[in-house]
């Protein structure tokens, strides 16, 4: 789906802001910011079916990248600039890609590479955006060039797979799958499409996707197991939740791509969200059962509140002026919802779902979770709220919250998420393995997807490609 992007103040601004695009190249120079950010990470990135080139390179031929240490994920500037003198040596500058070697070795004979490679073809054709990305560095880029277009997609994570799957809304299939993040958690993507966030429970890190290539582009070390996650608005700043006690939620700047800061709050946390307006970070913890509310101003813990259970997902509605009106917290062993009202940090309001006659009730392998999905549709006007028990969405309207309809989601439904125009809403099914888009006029399923294994978190991103 191609789909234009409305833009924002903020996008609008960031146009003015843009360098212009010869800006960006300086001929005949190969620059090292680019080099360390966008071509080292294909040095890392695995390949279906290939071996990673640091596997074989900091051995083989003149190619020399150094070697990582055990659980370091990226390497050092210092690191950086021994590659990049490695690498120079095998490069041409200029505009004739064929006159590097580092560029035609790995490049398929098929497509004007060299003959062989001891260690295989990586890139099929000179269209491929790993090789391209290679290719622009050699031709003295400085920036990645501008993406040719922005699409919407949903974004699924396979809790119990290896990937996530990416949903193309005007069709409802899975065109392409991110691989390469084992346990991956949260989901979420940079506002301006550039790239997605995933939360890698395996090697504990923030897992910066690139858009166009899909791959993996950086790993960020955090300060513990992470759970889910969330963006700023503004796209500085991506929220992580610490799934360790005493519990954290740690502050990555995505400019510096650093992990910042690891702010102290009241418990493990497992969800983290940013308030509509950007103003708070809110980290709900199953263990204190407390809710976090961090001043993203000063990255301190502004206020917090005691439920009587565990905090699951949580969703925010907003008033006229944009400021977080209600928190809707879904609790541990409660099948339904509660609602805290941000200004006077009350409970006012506690929705129990009904049971659903001729509904087959599932109690197992709830993990005390027997709603886990929740969601503000993108007008205002209602609430969406899974139940595991009964493999069902209840639709409430707001801000009276009268049950207005109910929807068959599928085994173990999970976390709700959109499209911007709020038509469809998708939930991961994870007892079927499957992704479902219910319309959101009529109420009906519309498409179930073949996922990964067991979907529970996803999003709605925007996508940059070429
Ligand atoms: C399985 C091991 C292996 C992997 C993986 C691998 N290479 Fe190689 N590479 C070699 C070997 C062995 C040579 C030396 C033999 C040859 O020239 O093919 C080599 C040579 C090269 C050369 C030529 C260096 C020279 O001395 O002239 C370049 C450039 C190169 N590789 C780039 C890459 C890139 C880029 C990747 C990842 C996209 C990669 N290689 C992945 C094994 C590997």
């Not at 400085?142 to 919407?152: H, I, S």
């Not at 929220?239 to 791509?257: N, Q, W």
């Amino acid at each position: 789906m191609r789909t234009p992007r409305p833009l924002s103040t903020l996008a609008i601004l960031a146009l003015f802001a843009a360098p212009p695009v010869l800006a960006q190249k300086a001929p005949g120079k190969l620059d090292f910011d680019y080099f360390m950010n966008e071509v080292q990470p294909i040095f890392l990135a695995k390949r279906e079916g290939s071996v990673r080139c640091i596997q074989c390179h900091t051995r083989s031929s003149n190619l020399r990248l150094q070697p990582l240490e055990e659980h370091q994920l990226f390497w050092t500037e210092e690191q950086s600039r021994k590659n990049f003198e490695s690498v120079s040596q095998l490069v041409l500058p200029g505009e004739n890609p064929m006159k590097s070697r580092f560029l035609t070795h790995p490049l398929a004979a098929s497509a004007g590479g060299d003959p062989f490679h001891g260690g295989g073809k990586h890139f099929r054709n000179q269209q491929d955006p790993e090789w391209r990305i290679m290719a622009d560095w050699v031709a003295g880029y400085t920036q990645r060039r501008p993406a040719a277009d922005t699409v919407v997609r949903i974004i699924q994570t396979n809790a119990a797979g290896d990937d996530a799957s990416v949903i193309d809304p005007a069709t409802n299939t899975v065109v392409a799958t991110i691989g390469d993040i084992e346990i991956p958690h949260g989901v979420t993507g940079a506002p301006d499409g550039s790239q997605i966030y995933i939360t890698n429970e395996s090697l504990h890190s923030l897992d910066i996707v690139d858009s166009r290539t899909l791959r993996v582009k950086r790993r960020i070390p955090l300060s513990g197991r992470p759970n889910n996650l969330a963006v700023t608005a503004d796209g500085s700043r991506v929220y992580v939740a610490i799934m360790e006690m005493p519990g954290a939620l740690d502050v990555i700047d995505v400019a510096s791509m650093q992990n910042i800061k690891t702010i102290p709050v009241d418990g493990a946390i497992h969800n983290v969200y940013v308030t509509p307006d950007s103003r708070y970070a809110v980290g709900g913890s199953i263990q204190t059962s407390t809710i976090n509310v961090v001043d993203t101003a000063t990255n301190k813990l502004a206020w917090k509140l005691k439920m009587s259970s565990g905090i699951r997902p949580m969703t925010f509605s907003k008033k006229a002026n944009g400021a977080t009106d209600k928190i809707f917290v879904q609790l541990s062993d409660f099948h339904g919802f509660a609602v805290v009202d941000f200004d006077t940090r009350k409970e006012v309001a506690r929705i129990e779902h009904p049971a659903i006659p001729g509904e087959v009730a599932h109690y197992d392998g709830l993990q005390a979770a027997p709603a886990h999905g929740l969601a503000v549709s993108p007008d205002g006007k209602t609430l969406w709220s899974t139940s595991k028990v009964y493999s069902h969405a209840y639709i409430h309207s707001l801000p009276d919250l009268q049950e207005i309809g109910r929807v068959f989601v599928g085994q173990h439904p999970e976390w709700v998420t959109f499209t911007p125009d709020g038509k469809t809403f998708y939930m991961g099914a994870a007892g079927d393995n499957t992704t479902v888009a219910v319309d959101a006029a009529t109420l009906t399923r519309v498409a179930t997807i073949p996922v990964g294994q067991v979907p529970k978190r996803i999003a709605m991103v925007y996508l940059q490609v070429d």
